[in-house]
């Protein structure tokens, strides 16, 4: 790649790679997005392993000479990198990271499967989906207390922290099948604050490119 040249690996409904395309967007860094060809199981290929990225995920970003991979710590390395959305304390930058690892680990951890299997597979196993909206659900009420008194993850200012929670929840709302609008009020009002945000861009707006099939 050209020195300097910042791409992004991403395909469209990929919530992680939204996250990294978003930060990238609000920080005033262009990038070129390399659309990837996940429906086709092109990640899970040898030759796409050795050349891409050996875990075989998405998103990959190419930024500054360097092929990165795995989204939360990309994030703290831009915010490093560009002085946005990071941390300006020891105590804040342990609050970015335990949302960071939370998110990683829970909410976007369960919504990403969830999601992929209910709206792009054509006959998900109900008792897995059942097993998985339990513990969204059990996400959504930590997150709509939260959200009930605070602004933002770790207080009145974005970080990477919100960056990464928001990736699967601005998606369109029946990929899911979760209306926040009528069942998390706090964590409608916290969406629409990074919403306005300068530069945000709804992710298929940012994230263009062939689509994978909707089933439902």
């Not at 795995?70 to 994030?75: A, E, H, K, N, Y």
């Not at 597979?121 to 059990?138: C, M, N």
Request: proline share 5%.
């Amino acid at each position: 790649m050209a020195a300097g040249a910042t791409r992004l690996h991403y395909f469209p409904e990929s919530g992680n790679s939204y996250k990294l395309a978003l930060m990238l967007r609000l920080c005033g860094v262009a990038f070129e997005g390399v659309w990837t060809d996940f429906g086709s199981g092109v990640t899970r290929t040898a030759d796409w392993r050795a050349s891409v990225n050996q875990m075989g995920e998405i998103p990959v970003l190419e930024w500054q000479g360097r092929s990165l991979t795995q989204t939360g710590p990309i994030l703290l390395r831009l915010a490093e990198a560009y002085g946005r959305f990071g941390a300006i304390n020891d105590d804040d930058r342990y609050a970015i990271l335990r949302w960071l690892f939370w998110d990683n680990h829970k909410l976007s951890g369960y919504m990403a499967v969830y999601r992929y299997l209910r709206a792009f597979t054509p006959s998900p196993d109900e008792h897995v989906l059942g097993f998985l909206r339990k513990r969204i659900d059990d996400c959504l009420r930590v997150a709509e207390r939260h959200f009930e008194t605070r602004r933002f993850a770790i207080g009145d200012a974005p970080s990477v922290a919100d960056l990464s929670m928001v990736g699967y929840l601005l998606f369109p709302s029946d990929e899911a099948g979760y209306d926040l609008e009528r069942s998390h009020p706090a964590v409608v009002a916290w969406l629409d604050r990074v919403r306005q945000l300068d530069g945000w861009q709804a992710p298929y707006d940012l994230l263009p490119g062939q689509r994978l099939r909707r089933y439902r």
